[in-house]
């Protein structure tokens, strides 16, 4: 449906056009006003911060502060600023997100295309795995990765990634497949396909949409997440979010504001990059997350 | 597509030999890792939690039942009690917020409007940005002293006071008002796609009978609407349950213990309160409240596929 038409007198209904338009200005300068200032805050210098107002504009802008929190800012013991933990986060992000894209590309070819007696337990199973609050898997990890001599690296945190998005991707790719021909399967099985070639030759190519849909997903959720790394990677091997947030929290020395916005704004970049460049994909994501089947 | 009957179902059943059956196998056997990882790593761990919940761990893992006296020691925690009571305020607020800013927009996004494509992702941006980083510029916009406080007083209004960020009364609707900016236009992407999948012609018939604009919303869209606002509901509050890094980044569950949340609580008494057999019976809570919520709604989503 497109809103139905007014069937009232031009001069109210010219009246409500006003008043609508008006609305959604006023929420669109709101949602962008934090965007704003955490931006202008990251181009000024700490004494126009603190002499003048929040909104105004910066008189002298200048990218002191970014260069301060990408190489100098003081993060716990060591000031190296922020760049180490942002190549831990891209380290982490690229394996994470290209092993649980491709086992829920298989999983989910499996449990539409291969069905077994259990299936669909089996996708319960994984699907109810996506809800669960990380807090009651959390002790367990940590000793794990502890005896695994994997706690504080990069390589636990994508092993970690993998497995709690497996639920997610997993999801994504049944129900794209879910709505694949069978016939072209079993055509494919007549002239003597077997299972990886269907699934390379066939579902593969065709499945481009769902897989930037679930590359972009996972891109997001494991760049942003803060829970998992500041559980098991609180050191030299953090990511992005864990340094950021010890580096804002850090009540040592000058609070310098500027170099914690442009911080935040470094860590924001990658993911509002995807977003302004795929945003459709990204919003078909959070959709096939949140509304399930 | 019938559950049961898969593609290979046709398949003769009879000649098995070693290959075939190794090529029957294939699919389980592709999808046997991920299914043993999910189990061990997510159900396996949860049953650990639960057991650890049971016994008298402090800064390790120790095995010694102690019944329930976890559970019973954190019932009697002041802490526990306040991280309850503020999740219920932060989540009532935080759906009701969201759902009410999420359909406003929606709706009125979807009066043929000009300019839709550039609106839409502005509401829907902070989504994809980390709670960390939404924590960070919402501390800072809140600033007593620097922040919003300080602009107000800027344009003349020189009484205005703007503390919550401080002040353990009202610090736990900063974190609603962090968390409506994050999730809201998320809520109305999800409304505009219901409003968008609504028949016209249900609508010109009404309009053909005389109804009015607010009625039609009232009495024909939103109860058609009924499914999205479902779905918002769970997600909004399984959101709201597992919310912990927009409180670390702004308010560090303080002043005091202002905000703290289960998810704060959880964290802490395992980590650095050394109580870890607190910590995983409030990790089990946890868990209890969220599958009250989650079971219900996927089984009867899975069902409904079946029909």
């Given at each position: 449906m497109s809103a139905p038409?007014?069937?009232?007198?031009?001069?109210?209904?010219?009246?409500?056009?006003?008043?609508?338009?008006?609305?959604?200005?006023?929420?669109?300068?709101?949602?962008?006003?934090?965007?704003?200032?955490?931006?202008?805050?990251?181009?000024?210098?700490?004494?126009?911060?603190?002499?003048?107002?929040?909104?105004?504009?910066?008189?002298?802008?200048?990218?002191?502060?970014w260069f301060r929190a990408w190489g100098e800012a003081c993060i716990g013991v060591t000031c190296g600023?922020?760049?180490?933990?942002?190549?831990?986060?891209?380290?982490?992000?690229?394996?994470?997100?290209?092993?649980?894209?491709?086992?829920?590309?298989?999983?989910?070819?499996?449990l539409t295309k291969w069905r077994f007696p259990g299936h669909k337990i089996v996708f319960g199973m994984m699907l109810f795995a996506c809800f669960i609050p990380f807090q009651a898997v959390l002790i367990p990890m940590a000793r794990v990765l502890g005896i695994l001599g994997m706690s504080n690296s990069t390589a636990g945190?994508?092993?970690?990634?993998?497995?709690?998005?497996?639920?997610?991707?997993?999801?994504?790719?049944?129900?794209?497949?879910?709505?694949?021909?069978?016939?072209?399967?079993?055509?494919?099985?007549?002239?003597?396909?077997?299972?990886?070639?269907?699934?390379?030759?066939?579902?593969?190519?065709?499945?481009?949409?769902?897989?930037?849909?679930?590359?972009?997903?996972?891109?997001t959720n494991i760049w942003n997440d803060f829970l998992f790394g500041v559980?098991?990677?609180?050191?030299?091997?953090?990511?992005?979010?864990?340094?950021?947030?010890?580096?804002?929290?850090?009540?040592?020395?000058?609070?310098?504001?500027?170099?914690?916005?442009?911080?935040?704004?470094?860590?924001?970049?990658?993911?509002?990059?995807?977003?302004?460049?795929?945003?459709?994909?990204?919003?078909?994501?959070?959709?096939?997350?949140?509304v399930k089947g | 597509?019938?559950?049961?009957?898969?593609?290979?179902?046709?398949?003769?059943?009879?000649?098995?030999?070693?290959?075939?059956?190794?090529?029957?196998?294939l699919p389980r056997l592709v999808l046997a890792p991920s299914f043993a990882l999910i189990l061990v790593f997510v159900y396996g761990f949860i049953l650990w939690t639960l057991t650890l919940s049971f016994t008298t761990s402090k800064i390790l893992p120790v095995y010694t039942f102690a019944g329930f006296d976890a559970y019973i020691r954190l019932w009697s925690q002041p802490n526990w009690h306040m991280a309850l009571g503020n999740l219920a305020i932060f989540g009532v607020l935080y759906m009701t917020a969201c759902i009410a800013i999420g359909l406003l927009l929606a709706i009125l996004l979807d009066q043929r409007i000009r300019g839709e494509g550039v609106l839409r992702p502005i509401f829907l941006y902070p989504m994809a940005l980390s709670f960390v980083v939404t924590g960070t510029a919402w501390k800072w916009f809140l600033n007593p002293g620097l922040g919003?406080?300080?602009?107000?007083?800027?344009?003349?209004?020189?009484?205005?006071?703007?503390?919550?960020?401080?002040?353990?009364?009202?610090?736990?609707?900063?974190?609603?008002?962090?968390?409506?900016?994050?999730?809201?236009?998320?809520?109305?992407?999800?409304?505009?796609?219901?409003?968008?999948?609504?028949?016209?012609?249900?609508?010109?018939?009404?309009?053909?009978?005389?109804?009015?604009?607010?009625?039609?919303?009232r009495r024909i869209i939103l109860p058609l609407l009924r499914p999205v606002f479902l779905s918002a509901l769970i997600v909004l509050a399984h959101m709201a349950i597992k919310s912990y890094d927009l409180v670390i980044a702004l308010t560090g569950g303080g002043p005091g213990n202002a905000t703290e949340l289960p998810s704060t609580f959880m964290y802490s008494y395992t980590f650095t309160r050394n109580q870890m057999a607190v910590g995983s019976a409030s990790a089990v809570m946890m868990l209890m409240g969220i599958a009250a919520i989650i079971v219900p709604y996927l089984y009867s989503e899975l069902r409904e596929k079946d029909r």
């Open positions: 038409a007014d069937s009232v007198s031009p001069g109210s209904a010219r009246a409500a056009r006003y008043f609508i338009y008006g609305a959604l200005l006023v929420f669109a300068l709101v949602y962008l006003t934090p965007l704003y200032v955490m931006l202008t805050t990251s181009l000024k210098s700490l004494d126009e911060i603190r002499g003048g107002d929040m909104m105004a504009l910066p008189v002298a802008p200048s990218l002191d502060a600023g922020i760049k180490g933990y942002f190549w831990n986060s891209l380290k982490m992000v690229v394996p994470a997100v290209a092993i649980s894209t491709l086992l829920g590309a298989l999983n989910g070819y499996v945190l994508v092993l970690v990634h993998v497995i709690y998005g497996l639920g997610f991707t997993t999801l994504f790719f049944r129900n794209y497949y879910e709505a694949f021909p069978d016939e072209l399967i079993k055509s494919a099985m007549i002239d003597g396909a077997g299972f990886f070639r269907i699934f390379w030759r066939i579902l593969l190519p065709s499945s481009g949409p769902i897989i930037v849909v679930t590359v972009i997903y996972q891109f559980s098991f990677a609180s050191g030299e091997g953090a990511p992005m979010t864990v340094a950021l947030n010890n580096l804002v929290s850090s009540s040592t020395g000058v609070k310098e504001y500027n170099v914690d916005m442009a911080a935040a704004v470094i860590a924001a970049l990658p993911t509002l990059f995807v977003y302004i460049v795929a945003g459709r994909y990204f919003v078909r994501g959070l959709m096939a997350g949140a | 597509m019938n559950g049961s009957s898969s593609a290979v179902a046709a398949r003769p059943q009879a000649h098995r030999g070693l290959a075939d059956r190794l090529r029957d196998g919003l406080e300080n602009t107000m007083r800027n344009l003349g209004w020189e009484s205005f006071t703007f503390d919550w960020l401080v002040n353990k009364d009202m610090a736990i609707y900063t974190i609603v008002i962090a968390g409506v900016w994050q999730a809201s236009g998320f809520v109305m992407a999800m409304f505009l796609a219901g409003l968008r999948g609504i028949d016209s012609e249900i609508i010109k018939a009404a309009q053909i009978d005389g109804a009015s604009t607010v009625s039609i919303y």
